[in-house]
Structure formats: C-alpha cells, structure tokens
C-alpha cells in the first residue's frame, strides 16, 4: 500500500535549519506530483512547497519563499524540504502529500497523507 513517511522534524532556535525528507513507497513515484503541507495549532492545513505536473515546476507559500526550497530525488522515492531561517511561525506539523497529476498545487487533490513531522522554532 502508499506510504508515505516524513522524518527530520526537531526543534531549533530562529534562524537555524532543518531538512525534511519523505520517503514514498508502494507506488510508482512519478504516478502523483508532490508537495509538503504544514498545520500550526488552531489553524488550518496550508501548502507550504511543492511540484506541479513534471519534475520542473514549482511553488512555495508567499511565508516560505526565499527561505525553503522543495527537492526530490526519483531514484531514492524521496522528496525533501531545506528549511532556512526558521522563523517562530514556521513551527508546525508538517506533511508529505502525493497529489492527483493534474490537479497539483496548494488547492490540489491530495490522494495520500504522510503521518506528518513537528518542527518546532523557538525565539
């Protein structure tokens, strides 16, 4: 079955960083385009990065942009997400999401779920 594993969430101070991988397995990896998501208590899931239809293309949260940059490696089934410069409001669940080819993006279809990873910016 898909799976989806994230791993690389922790704790650091503002300004520090942390890298998020998601491990996918069960799948074809090119079958959906990937994307990371994040939820902050009392808020809503939002789309932090991710890669519309193909390899090529992608696009982060206006919050995100300049600071994180989404990656993946085909042949590992393994996306990943570099975070720099934490900021305090980064804190948050973060989480791997396989997508419907077609219908990519922070208003896509997401056809599976990671578990999610806490990453946790302190002031």
């Known amino acids: 079955q898909v799976q989806l594993v994230e791993s690389g969430g922790g704790s650091v101070q503002a300004g520090g960083s942390l890298r998020l991988s998601c491990a996918a397995s069960?799948?074809?990896?090119?079958?959906?385009?990937m994307a990371w998501f994040r939820q902050a208590p009392g808020k809503e899931r939002e789309g932090v990065a991710g890669f519309y239809t193909g390899s090529v293309d992608t696009y982060y949260a206006d919050s995100v942009k300049g600071r994180f940059t989404i990656s993946q490696d085909s042949s590992k089934n393994t996306l990943y997400l570099q975070m720099n410069s934490l900021k305090p409001e980064d804190t948050a669940i973060y989480y791997c999401?396989?997508?419907?080819?077609?219908?990519?993006?922070?208003?896509?279809?997401?056809?599976?779920w990671g578990q999610g990873t806490q990453v946790t910016v302190s002031s």
């Open positions: 999401a396989a997508q419907q080819r077609g219908r990519c993006g922070p208003r896509g279809v997401t056809k599976y």
């Open positions: 069960g799948y074809t990896y090119s079958t959906y385009c």
